[in-house]
C-alpha cells in the first residue's frame, strides 16, 4: 500500500464520526518564580461530559482554573476551546468565548440583589449600546426586562426566586454558593467550571447541589468540569477524573480506574478513596 | 556637552552649583521623610490615608513658635530688649550693646514640647475621629480626615496667630554661622590673578600710593574674589542645617530601633501585617494604633520645630497642607506601609524639587513631585520599595 | 410600551424640564438679588460636579478624587475659546455659550480618558493620588502659562449667564446616571464596583467600563466648569484647588456612595452650609463657641452609644434618639448662656462668617461618625419609599437597583 493516503479516495461519510473535545489542554505549565504550579497537565473535556479535577491541597487545581479562565497567563502549553488557542487572553473575552466559572472563595456582588447577580452574568449577551441606555430608550428597557426574566428563570432552577430580591450579601452560604452557578449559568457557557461547589456544605445541600449540577449538564446540555474536595461527591458525580499532584497529572480516567490507581492512593494516603 | 544641552532643550547648566543643591535638596527632602513617616506608619496599620497629618505638622509649627515666645523671644520681649540696650548705650556711650544670648538648651526644650504635643493631638484625633470609624468603609474614614484635617486649619485661623504670619525669632538659634566646604577650586589662572592682585594692592600699600590706584587695586581685588567664589564648586550651608541633618538621623535610627528592637515596635509590626490576627494574638491593637499616632506625630513635631527655626519659614494655619501632600506622595512613591521606602520617597523628592530648581524650572517644582510619582507608579504600581500584592483568586 | 406612547412620554418630560428650568431663569432673575441667583448658579453646578463623581467614585468604584481637574479643564476650555475665538465666529451668544459647554465637556471628556487609563492598572489609594496629582499638575501647567492668564488668571469677553442651562445640565446629568442604573447597563458598572474578578468572569470589559465612568463623569464636570466660566467671566486657578475636589468628594460620600439622590442632597447642603453665614450676620462669642462645641461632642457620644448599645423596644429608642437631637443641642446653648455671664468669655467674640468653614468641618465629621455609609446609603429616592414614610407600611415588591 502507498505510503501516502489518497485523499480523493476517501470517502467522508464512511469515516467514524469522532466529536471534537470542547477544551484540550496540551502541556499546560505555570511558573511562579521558581515555583512550577502546574506543570505539563493535558487533558481533554468532550461535549456533555461531567468532568472532575481533583487532588489534595495545593495540588495546582485552582491554578489550572485561572490558566483555563485567563486568570493567570501559562508559561507554556497550550489551551484550545473548541479548536481555538485561547491561552493568555483576557478573562472577559474567555468568558464571551463560552466558558464561566465560579469561585472557591465566593465572589458574588455583594451589594446587588441575587436577581442582579444573574442579570449581570446575562451581560454579556446584550445587544443594544450603551447610549440606548443612557437615553433610556425602549429598546434598552426591553432588553432589561428580558434579561430579568431569564435571570429569573435561572433562579428558579438553582430554587431561589424566594430570595430574587434580596442583598447577596445577606445570603446563607449554601445559597450564595447555588446563587454563583445561577450566575455563572446567565453567561450561557458551553462549558462551566465549577470550584469546590460543595465546600462547607452540609450532607443535604449536597444532595440538592448534585441534582442541580445533573440538571445542569442533561437540562441545559452544558458541559461541566469541577474541582471538588469530596471524593464521594465526586465519585458519585463525574464521569471522567483526572487527578493533580504537586502540579502534575499523576491519573486520569473513570472513577472506578481512579478509586484504584496506587498513585492516587499514595497521593491521598490515609483518605479513603 | 553643556553646549549640546543647551541647544537641544535651551538651559545653560551651572554645573558647579549642582553640588550646593543636591545638599539643600538633601535637607528639604530630610524633612519630607519626617512627615511621610507618619503617613507610611499609620497607612500600614490601619490603611487609613491620614489627611490631618500636615495639619499635626502645622500645630508643630505654632506649639515651637509659641514655645519660643514663652521663653522670651516673642516680637514683644526682643524689640524691649534692644529698646533698653540702645537705652544704656545712649546713657553711656562706652556700653558695647549686646545681642540676646541664644542658648542651644532652648531649641532642646522647643523640640521637645513640638513632639509631645503632636503626639498627644495624634493621640487624640485617632480616638475621637478615627477610632469610631474603625470597621467601617476606607472611604468613610478618608471623608472624617478630610473633616478633621478642615476642622483644625480653620479652627487654627480662629484662634492661632495668623496675620501677618508669624515666624520663630531668628535670635533663637545659635547656629546662624554658615560653614563652607571648597569641592573644587577655581581655575588656577583665576586664582593665580586673584593672589597677584592682592600683593599688586599690598605693594601699592607699602609704597604709599595715591588712594585712588589703592581704591582701583582694591576694587579689582574684590571683583577677582568673587569670580573666585563663582567659579569654584563649594557647598555652604548653615550650621542650623547640619544640625537638623544630624536630628533627623538620629530620630530615624531611634524610630529604627523602636520598631524593629522593642515590644511596641514588634506589636506595631504584627498589627501591620495583619491587624485582626494581631488582635487575635493578645496584641492590644488599640495601644498600637495610639501609639503609632503618636510616634509619627511627633516626627512631624520635630520637623516642623526645625523648618520653622532653622529655616525660618513663616507659618500660616494653611501652611501644612503643601508639605503634608508632598510628604504623602513620597510616602506613596516609597511604597506607603513601607518604612525605608518613606524615607527614600522623602529624600527622592527633595532632591528632585531641587534639581527641577537648578534646571530653571523651579515654576514647576510642586508638580515634579506628582511626576515622579506617575512615572514610577506606571512601572511599580506598588510604588518603589513596596510590593503590589496579586489577589488571590 | 409602544413607540408612540414611548415618545409621548419623552417629548412631554423633556419639555417639562426645559420649561422648568426657563421659569427657573426667569423667577430667580425677576426676583431674587444678584448674590442669591448666583448662589442658585453655584448649587446647579455642585449638583452636575457631584452626580457625575458619584458615576466615577460610587456606582464605578473608581477611588477618584481629583475631580477639580475636568472642572478646570473644561473653564479653561470655554474661557480661553471666547478669548480667542469669540469675535470671529459668527455664533450668538446662547449659541456659544452651548458650543463651549460641548467644548467644555469634550476637552474634559480627553482628559478623563487619559486619568481612566491609569486605573485599569492601579487600585485604591494609589488610583486616589495619581487622580489628585493630575489636577494638580493641570493646575500647575496652567499657572505658568502667560497666555491662559498665569496664576492672576484669565479673563475674557462676554459673559453669558445661563442659570436655566446650568440647572438643565444637572437634570441631564442625573437623568443620564438614573437611567444608567435603571438598566442592565448599569449593572456592568456596579458589577466593577462590587467585584473586579469576577466582574471580568462574567465577561464585563473592565477597561471599556471603567474610561466609560470616567469620561462621562469627566465629561459633565468639563460641561459644568464651561458654564462656570462663561458667567463669570473671569476664572484663575486657584477655584480649582484640591478644596474643590474634596468638596465634591465629601458630597458624594455623604449622601452615600452611590446614591445619586444621597449625591444631590449633600451637594445642596454642604454648598450651603458656608454661604448660610454670610447671609446672617451674627457675632458668636467664645462662650457660645464653648457650650456648642461641647453639644457637638456631647450629642456624637450620646447618639453612638445609643446607636450601639441600645436593645430595647423600638419606639422608646426612637423617643431616646429624638430627646437627643433636640435636648442636646439645646443643652450646649444652655450651657454658653451660663458662660456668657463670665465677661472674659463674652468680650472675646467672632462673626458667624469666619466660623463657616469650622461649621462645614464639624458637620462632615458628625455625619461620618453617625452614619457612615452616607446620609442615603445605597438608596435612592422612590415614590414607594415615601409610601412607606407616610403609612408605615412596607410596600409590596421591594425593587431596587442599588
Same mark, same amino acid.
Given at each position: 500500500?502507498?505510503?501516502?493516503?489518497?485523499?480523493?479516495?476517501?470517502?467522508?461519510?464512511?469515516?467514524?464520526?469522532?466529536?471534537?473535545?470542547?477544551?484540550?489542554?496540551?502541556?499546560?505549565?505555570?511558573?511562579?518564580?521558581?515555583?512550577?504550579?502546574?506543570?505539563?497537565?493535558?487533558?481533554?473535556?468532550?461535549?456533555?461530559?461531567?468532568?472532575?479535577?481533583?487532588?489534595?491541597?495545593?495540588?495546582?487545581?485552582?491554578?489550572?482554573?485561572?490558566?483555563?479562565?485567563?486568570?493567570?497567563?501559562?508559561?507554556?502549553?497550550?489551551?484550545?476551546?473548541?479548536?481555538?488557542?485561547?491561552?493568555?487572553?483576557?478573562?472577559?473575552?474567555?468568558?464571551?468565548?463560552?466558558?464561566?466559572?465560579?469561585?472557591?472563595?465566593?465572589?458574588?456582588?455583594?451589594?446587588?440583589?441575587?436577581?442582579?447577580?444573574?442579570?449581570?452574568?446575562?451581560?454579556?449577551?446584550?445587544?443594544?449600546?450603551?447610549?440606548?441606555?443612557?437615553?433610556?430608550?425602549?429598546?434598552?428597557?426591553?432588553?432589561?426586562?428580558?434579561?430579568?426574566?431569564?435571570?429569573?428563570?435561572?433562579?428558579?432552577?438553582?430554587?431561589?426566586?424566594?430570595?430574587?430580591?434580596?442583598?447577596?450579601?445577606?445570603?446563607?452560604?449554601?445559597?450564595?454558593?447555588?446563587?454563583?452557578?445561577?450566575?455563572?449559568?446567565?453567561?450561557?457557557?458551553?462549558?462551566?467550571?465549577?470550584?469546590?461547589?460543595?465546600?462547607?456544605?452540609?450532607?443535604?445541600?449536597?444532595?440538592?447541589?448534585?441534582?442541580?449540577?445533573?440538571?445542569?449538564?442533561?437540562?441545559?446540555?452544558?458541559?461541566?468540569?469541577?474541582?471538588?474536595?469530596?471524593?464521594?461527591?465526586?465519585?458519585?458525580?463525574?464521569?471522567?477524573?483526572?487527578?493533580?499532584?504537586?502540579?502534575?497529572?499523576?491519573?486520569?480516567?473513570?472513577?472506578?480506574?481512579?478509586?484504584?490507581?496506587?498513585?492516587?492512593?499514595?497521593?491521598?494516603?490515609?483518605?479513603?478513596? | 556637552?553643556?553646549?549640546? @544641552?543647551?541647544?537641544?532643550?535651551?538651559?545653560?547648566?551651572?554645573?558647579?552649583?549642582?553640588?550646593?543643591?543636591?545638599?539643600?535638596?538633601?535637607?528639604?527632602?530630610?524633612?519630607?521623610?519626617?512627615?511621610?513617616?507618619?503617613?507610611?506608619?499609620?497607612?500600614?496599620?490601619?490603611?487609613? +490615608?491620614?489627611?490631618?497629618?500636615?495639619?499635626?505638622?502645622?500645630?508643630?509649627?505654632?506649639?515651637?513658635?509659641?514655645?519660643?515666645?514663652?521663653?522670651?523671644?516673642?516680637?514683644?520681649?526682643?524689640?524691649?530688649?534692644?529698646?533698653?540696650?540702645?537705652?544704656?548705650?545712649?546713657?553711656?556711650?562706652?556700653?558695647?550693646?549686646?545681642?540676646?544670648?541664644?542658648?542651644?538648651?532652648?531649641?532642646?526644650?522647643?523640640?521637645?514640647?513640638?513632639?509631645?504635643?503632636?503626639?498627644?493631638?495624634?493621640?487624640?484625633?485617632?480616638?475621637?475621629?478615627?477610632?469610631?470609624?474603625?470597621?467601617?468603609?476606607?472611604?468613610?474614614?478618608?471623608?472624617?480626615?478630610?473633616?478633621?484635617?478642615?476642622?483644625?486649619?480653620?479652627?487654627?485661623?480662629?484662634?492661632?496667630?495668623?496675620?501677618?504670619?508669624?515666624?520663630?525669632?531668628?535670635?533663637?538659634?545659635?547656629?546662624?554661622?554658615?560653614?563652607?566646604?571648597?569641592?573644587?577650586?577655581?581655575?588656577?589662572?583665576?586664582?593665580?590673578?586673584?593672589?597677584?592682585?592682592?600683593?599688586?594692592?599690598?605693594?601699592?600699600?607699602?609704597?604709599?600710593?595715591?588712594?585712588?590706584? +589703592?581704591?582701583?587695586?582694591?576694587?579689582?581685588?574684590?571683583?577677582?574674589?568673587?569670580?573666585?567664589?563663582?567659579?569654584?564648586?563649594?557647598?555652604?550651608?548653615?550650621?542650623?542645617? +547640619?544640625?537638623?541633618?544630624?536630628?533627623?538621623?538620629?530620630?530615624?535610627?531611634?524610630?529604627?530601633?523602636?520598631?524593629?528592637?522593642?515590644?511596641?515596635?514588634?506589636?506595631?509590626?504584627?498589627?501591620?501585617?495583619?491587624?485582626?490576627?494581631?488582635?487575635?494574638?493578645?496584641?492590644?491593637?488599640?495601644?498600637?494604633?495610639?501609639?503609632? @499616632?503618636?510616634?509619627?506625630?511627633?516626627?512631624?513635631?520635630?520637623?516642623?520645630?526645625?523648618?520653622?527655626?532653622?529655616?525660618?519659614?513663616?507659618?500660616?494655619? @494653611?501652611?501644612?497642607?503643601?508639605?503634608?501632600?508632598?510628604?504623602?506622595?513620597?510616602?506613596?512613591?516609597?511604597?506607603?506601609?513601607?518604612?525605608?521606602?518613606?524615607?527614600?520617597?522623602?529624600?527622592?523628592?527633595?532632591?528632585?524639587?531641587?534639581?527641577?530648581?537648578?534646571?530653571?524650572?523651579?515654576?514647576?517644582?510642586?508638580?515634579?513631585?506628582?511626576?515622579?510619582?506617575?512615572?514610577?507608579?506606571?512601572?511599580?504600581?506598588?510604588?518603589?520599595?513596596?510590593?503590589?500584592?496579586?489577589?488571590?483568586? | 410600551?409602544?413607540?408612540?406612547?414611548?415618545?409621548?412620554?419623552?417629548?412631554?418630560?423633556?419639555?417639562?424640564?426645559?420649561?422648568?428650568?426657563?421659569?427657573?431663569?426667569?423667577?430667580?432673575?425677576?426676583?431674587?438679588?444678584?448674590?442669591?441667583?448666583?448662589?442658585?448658579?453655584?448649587?446647579?453646578?455642585?449638583?452636575?460636579?457631584?452626580?457625575?463623581?458619584?458615576?466615577?467614585?460610587?456606582?464605578?468604584?473608581?477611588?477618584?478624587?481629583?475631580?477639580?481637574?475636568?472642572?478646570?479643564?473644561?473653564?479653561?476650555?470655554?474661557?480661553?475659546?471666547?478669548?480667542?475665538?469669540?469675535?470671529?465666529?459668527?455664533?450668538?451668544?446662547?449659541?456659544?455659550?452651548?458650543?463651549?459647554?460641548?467644548?467644555?465637556?469634550?476637552?474634559?471628556?480627553?482628559?478623563?480618558?487619559?486619568?481612566?487609563?491609569?486605573?485599569?492598572?492601579?487600585?485604591?489609594?494609589?488610583?486616589?493620588?495619581?487622580?489628585?496629582?493630575?489636577?494638580?499638575?493641570?493646575?500647575?501647567?496652567?499657572?505658568?502659562?502667560?497666555?491662559?492668564?498665569?496664576?492672576?488668571?484669565?479673563?475674557?469677553?462676554?459673559?453669558?449667564?445661563?442659570?436655566?442651562?446650568?440647572?438643565?445640565?444637572?437634570?441631564?446629568?442625573?437623568?443620564?446616571?438614573?437611567?444608567?442604573?435603571?438598566?442592565?447597563?448599569?449593572?456592568?458598572?456596579?458589577?466593577?464596583?462590587?467585584?473586579?474578578?469576577?466582574?471580568?468572569?462574567?465577561?464585563?470589559?473592565?477597561?471599556?467600563?471603567?474610561?466609560?465612568?470616567?469620561?462621562?463623569?469627566?465629561?459633565?464636570?468639563?460641561?459644568?466648569?464651561?458654564?462656570?466660566?462663561?458667567?463669570?467671566?473671569?476664572?484663575?486657578?486657584?477655584?480649582?484647588?484640591?478644596?474643590?475636589?474634596?468638596?465634591?468628594?465629601?458630597?458624594?460620600?455623604?449622601?452615600?456612595?452611590?446614591?445619586?439622590?444621597?449625591?444631590?442632597?449633600?451637594?445642596?447642603?454642604?454648598?450651603?452650609?458656608?454661604?448660610?453665614?454670610?447671609?446672617?450676620?451674627?457675632?458668636?462669642?467664645?462662650?457660645?463657641?464653648?457650650?456648642?462645641?461641647?453639644?457637638?461632642?456631647?450629642?456624637?457620644?450620646?447618639?453612638?452609644?445609643?446607636?450601639?448599645?441600645?436593645?430595647?423596644?423600638?419606639?422608646?429608642?426612637?423617643?431616646?434618639?429624638?430627646?437627643?437631637?433636640?435636648?442636646?443641642?439645646?443643652?450646649?446653648?444652655?450651657?454658653?448662656?451660663?458662660?456668657?455671664?463670665?465677661?472674659?468669655?463674652?468680650?472675646?467674640?467672632?462673626?458667624?462668617?469666619?466660623?463657616?468653614?469650622?461649621?462645614?468641618?464639624?458637620?462632615?465629621?458628625?455625619?461620618?461618625?453617625?452614619?457612615?455609609?452616607?446620609?442615603?446609603?445605597?438608596?435612592?429616592?422612590?415614590?414607594?419609599?415615601?409610601?412607606?414614610?407616610?403609612?408605615?407600611?412596607?410596600?409590596?415588591?421591594?425593587?431596587?437597583?442599588?
Amino acid at each position: 500500500m502507498s505510503e501516502h493516503l489518497d485523499l480523493s479516495q476517501v470517502n467522508v461519510d464512511e469515516l467514524p464520526v469522532v466529536p471534537n473535545p470542547l477544551l484540550k489542554l496540551e502541556g499546560a505549565t505555570i511558573q511562579f518564580g521558581g515555583l512550577i504550579a502546574v506543570n505539563q497537565v493535558s487533558f481533554e473535556i468532550m461535549p456533555g461530559d461531567l468532568f472532575g479535577l481533583i487532588g489534595p491541597n495545593g495540588a495546582g487545581k485552582t491554578t489550572c482554573f485561572n490558566l483555563i479562565t485567563g486568570v493567570y497567563k501559562p508559561t507554556g502549553g497550550s489551551i484550545k476551546f473548541e479548536g481555538n488557542e485561547i491561552a493568555g487572553f483576557n478573562p472577559s473575552k474567555i468568558a464571551r468565548a463560552g466558558i464561566c466559572r465560579t469561585f472557591q472563595n465566593i465572589r458574588l456582588f455583594g451589594a446587588l440583589s441575587a436577581l442582579e447577580n444573574v442579570m449581570v452574568g446575562g451581560y454579556l449577551r446584550h445587544k443594544t449600546s450603551l447610549l440606548s441606555g443612557l437615553a433610556l430608550w425602549p429598546s434598552a428597557i426591553r432588553e432589561t426586562e428580558e434579561l430579568k426574566e431569564q435571570a429569573m428563570q435561572l433562579l428558579e432552577v438553582v430554587n431561589l426566586t424566594d430570595v430574587a430580591h434580596a442583598r447577596a450579601r445577606d445570603l446563607p452560604y449554601g445559597k450564595q454558593r447555588r446563587l454563583e452557578i445561577a450566575r455563572a449559568m446567565a453567561t450561557n457557557p458551553r462549558l462551566i467550571l465549577l470550584d469546590e461547589p460543595a465546600a462547607g456544605m452540609n450532607p443535604q445541600e449536597k444532595e440538592e447541589l448534585k441534582e442541580v449540577v445533573l440538571r445542569i449538564r442533561d437540562e441545559f446540555g452544558k458541559t461541566v468540569l469541577l474541582i471538588e474536595h469530596d471524593m464521594k461527591f465526586v465519585m458519585g458525580l463525574c464521569e471522567k477524573i483526572v487527578v493533580l499532584d504537586h502540579g502534575e497529572e499523576i491519573a486520569a480516567g473513570p472513577p472506578s480506574e481512579i478509586r484504584s490507581n496506587p498513585k492516587v492512593i499514595e497521593a491521598y494516603l490515609g483518605e479513603p478513596v | 556637552m553643556d553646549a549640546l @544641552f543647551y541647544t537641544l532643550v535651551g538651559i545653560d547648566l551651572n554645573w558647579s552649583s549642582l553640588p550646593q543643591q543636591l545638599v539643600n535638596g538633601l535637607v528639604v527632602g530630610s524633612i519630607y521623610a519626617l512627615i511621610a513617616l507618619g503617613y507610611t506608619m499609620v497607612y500600614g496599620v490601619l490603611r487609613l +490615608i491620614n489627611f490631618a497629618h500636615g495639619e499635626v505638622f502645622m500645630l508643630g509649627a505654632y506649639t515651637a513658635l509659641l514655645s519660643s515666645w514663652v521663653m522670651g523671644f516673642s516680637p514683644d520681649a526682643i524689640r524691649k530688649f534692644y529698646e533698653s540696650e540702645a537705652a544704656k548705650k545712649l546713657a553711656d556711650p562706652s556700653y558695647v550693646e549686646r545681642s540676646i544670648p541664644a542658648d542651644p538648651f532652648n531649641l532642646v526644650i522647643m523640640i521637645l514640647l513640638a513632639m509631645a504635643v503632636c503626639a498627644v493631638i495624634g493621640a487624640v484625633i485617632e480616638f475621637f475621629a478615627y477610632r469610631p470609624m474603625r470597621n467601617q468603609s476606607r472611604t468613610a474614614a478618608l471623608i472624617t480626615a478630610i473633616g478633621v484635617s478642615l476642622l483644625l486649619q480653620y479652627a487654627g485661623s480662629l484662634f492661632l496667630p495668623a496675620s501677618p504670619p508669624p515666624s520663630v525669632a531668628m535670635e533663637v538659634n545659635p547656629y546662624q554661622t554658615n560653614v563652607s566646604v571648597t569641592l573644587v577650586p577655581a581655575p588656577k589662572e583665576i586664582r593665580d590673578k586673584f593672589d597677584d592682585s592682592v600683593s599688586a594692592l599690598e605693594a601699592a600699600k607699602e609704597s604709599g600710593a595715591d588712594a585712588e590706584t +589703592i581704591g582701583d587695586l582694591e576694587r579689582k581685588k574684590n571683583d577677582l574674589e568673587g569670580q573666585v567664589a563663582a567659579t569654584a564648586t563649594a557647598i555652604t550651608m548653615t550650621q542650623g542645617k +547640619i544640625v537638623m541633618l544630624l536630628t533627623v538621623l538620629v530620630l530615624m535610627a531611634a524610630l529604627r530601633f523602636l520598631v524593629l528592637k522593642t515590644p511596641a515596635g514588634r506589636s506595631m509590626r504584627a498589627a501591620s501585617h495583619d491587624f485582626d490576627s494581631a488582635s487575635l494574638m493578645g496584641i492590644n491593637v488599640n495601644r498600637v494604633v495610639t501609639f503609632t @499616632f503618636m510616634l509619627g506625630s511627633a516626627l512631624a513635631g520635630a520637623g516642623a520645630m526645625m523648618l520653622v527655626t532653622f529655616e525660618g519659614t513663616s507659618m500660616q494655619p @494653611f501652611f501644612g497642607m503643601a508639605p503634608g501632600v508632598k510628604a504623602f506622595v513620597a510616602a506613596v512613591l516609597g511604597g506607603i506601609g513601607n518604612i525605608p521606602g518613606a524615607v527614600l520617597g522623602g529624600i527622592l523628592m527633595g532632591l528632585a524639587e531641587t534639581l527641577v530648581t537648578w534646571l530653571g524650572f523651579s515654576n514647576y517644582k510642586d508638580a515634579v513631585a506628582f511626576v515622579i510619582l506617575f512615572i514610577v507608579l506606571m512601572f511599580r504600581p506598588g510604588g518603589l520599595l513596596g510590593s503590589s500584592k496579586v489577589e488571590k483568586v | 410600551m409602544n413607540l408612540g406612547k414611548f415618545f409621548a412620554v419623552r417629548g412631554f418630560s423633556v419639555a417639562v424640564a426645559i420649561l422648568g428650568c426657563l421659569a427657573l431663569d426667569y423667577a430667580a432673575q425677576t426676583y431674587l438679588q444678584d448674590y442669591i441667583v448666583r448662589l442658585v448658579f453655584l448649587a446647579g453646578i455642585y449638583i452636575t460636579l457631584a452626580v457625575s463623581l458619584n458615576l466615577i467614585n460610587g456606582i464605578t468604584g473608581q477611588f477618584s478624587i481629583g475631580h477639580a481637574a475636568f472642572y478646570m479643564v473644561g473653564a479653561y476650555t470655554g474661557g480661553t475659546l471666547t478669548k480667542f475665538f469669540y469675535d470671529a465666529s459668527p455664533l450668538g451668544a446662547v449659541a456659544w455659550l452651548i458650543a463651549m459647554i460641548l467644548a467644555g465637556a469634550a476637552l474634559a471628556g480627553v482628559a478623563g480618558l487619559l486619568v481612566g487609563l491609569p486605573s485599569l492598572r492601579l487600585r485604591g489609594d494609589y488610583l486616589a493620588i495619581v487622580t489628585l496629582g493630575f489636577g494638580e499638575i493641570i493646575r500647575i501647567i496652567v499657572i505658568n502659562q502667560p497666555e491662559l492668564g498665569g496664576s492672576s488668571g484669565l479673563g475674557f469677553a462676554p459673559k453669558v449667564q445661563g442659570l436655566w442651562l446650568v440647572w438643565l445640565l444637572a437634570v441631564i446629568c442625573v437623568a443620564v446616571c438614573r437611567n444608567l442604573l435603571k438598566t442592565s447597563h448599569g449593572l456592568a458598572f456596579l458589577a466593577v464596583r462590587e467585584d473586579e474578578v469576577a466582574a471580568q468572569a462574567m465577561g464585563i470589559n473592565l477597561t471599556k467600563t471603567k474610561v466609560t465612568a470616567f469620561v462621562i463623569g469627566a465629561a459633565f464636570a468639563g460641561a459644568a466648569g464651561a458654564l462656570l466660566a462663561m458667567n463669570e467671566g473671569y476664572i484663575n486657578p486657584d477655584l480649582f484647588k484640591m478644596d474643590v475636589s474634596f468638596l465634591i468628594l465629601t458630597m458624594v460620600v455623604l449622601g452615600g456612595a452611590g446614591s445619586i439622590t444621597g449625591s444631590v442632597l449633600a451637594a445642596l447642603t454642604l454648598f450651603a452650609i458656608p454661604e448660610l453665614p454670610r447671609l446672617l450676620k451674627i457675632d458668636v462669642s467664645l462662650a457660645y463657641l464653648i457650650g456648642l462645641t461641647a453639644g457637638a461632642i456631647g450629642f456624637v457620644s450620646l447618639l453612638r452609644h445609643h446607636q450601639q448599645r441600645y436593645h430595647g423596644p423600638k419606639a422608646k429608642g426612637r423617643m431616646i434618639t429624638v430627646a437627643t437631637v433636640v435636648g442636646v443641642p439645646l443643652a450646649g446653648l444652655g450651657l454658653g448662656w451660663l458662660l456668657h455671664t463670665f465677661t472674659y468669655l463674652s468680650d472675646q467674640t467672632y462673626e458667624l462668617n469666619n466660623l463657616r468653614y469650622v461649621i462645614l468641618a464639624v458637620t462632615l465629621i458628625v455625619v461620618m461618625l453617625l452614619r457612615p455609609e452616607g446620609v442615603m446609603g445605597h438608596h435612592e429616592f422612590s415614590w414607594k419609599w415615601v409610601q412607606k414614610v407616610l403609612t408605615g407600611r412596607k410596600p409590596v415588591a421591594e425593587e431596587s437597583i442599588s
